[in-house]
């Protein structure tokens, strides 16, 4: 069965994809594209709760003391 995207649901996907690919934290991403970070964190938990397959963040080192 093959499931076919909106153009909402495939701008943001695209988004979330490239922003992993680019290896870059979504709140980076966000800055650079000019999208708020509410609304990239807010389609990744709306697309994987419908079930599609949402990319992998990076998620940078954090320091240690």
């Avoid at 708020?36 to 998620?59: A, F, I, M, N, Y």
């Amino acid at each position: 069965m093959r499931c076919e995207l909106n153009p909402t649901q495939a701008f943001w996907l695209g988004h979330l994809y490239h922003a992993s690919v680019l290896n870059m934290p979504l709140s980076d991403y966000a800055n650079a594209q000019a999208l708020t970070l509410t609304d990239l964190l807010t389609w990744e938990k709306r697309l994987s709760v419908q079930g599609l397959p949402v990319p992998p963040r990076c998620r940078p080192a954090r320091f240690c003391r």
